[in-house]
């Protein structure tokens, strides 16, 4: 089985930084992370940063200059570095990937289950 597991998310002040960190598990023989997302209260999930298929890094204007994807291939682990947080950058956050998994051909795209990012004096 595989599994995306979120974390680093939690309370912080307007100005403040967290990391997030999505670890992927199982029997992976091939991993494609599409990105991250998020979703805030009442409101549809929405692209934070999209890869795209040449290796570039699509931000969404809102955290522009903000937020920085990176990646370490060897742990098969993203993450999302977030400064100058807003209250509006509040919500669950989610990391995407497609993965083969070991003895198949077929690729299936999967969801971790979110890290809550809080923004609040």
């Known amino acids: 089985q595989v599994q995306l597991v979120e974390s680093g998310g939690g309370l912080v002040q307007p100005g403040g930084s967290l990391r997030l960190s999505c670890a992927a598990s199982g029997k992976i023989f091939s991993i494609n992370y599409k990105g991250w997302y998020r979703q805030a209260p009442g409101k549809q999930r929405e692209l934070v940063a999209a890869?795209?298929?040449?290796?570039?890094?699509n931000y969404a204007d809102s955290v522009k200059g903000r937020f920085t994807f990176s990646r370490d291939n060897a742990k098969n682990t993203v993450y999302l570095q977030m400064n100058s947080l807003k209250p509006e950058d509040t919500a669950v956050y989610y990391c995407?990937?497609?993965?083969?998994?070991?003895?198949?051909?077929?690729?299936?795209?999967?969801w971790g289950q979110g890290t809550q990012v809080t923004v609040s004096s």
């Open positions: 995407n990937a497609d993965v083969k998994r070991v003895g198949t051909v077929l690729w299936f795209n999967y």
């Open positions: 890869i795209t298929s040449g290796g570039s890094i």
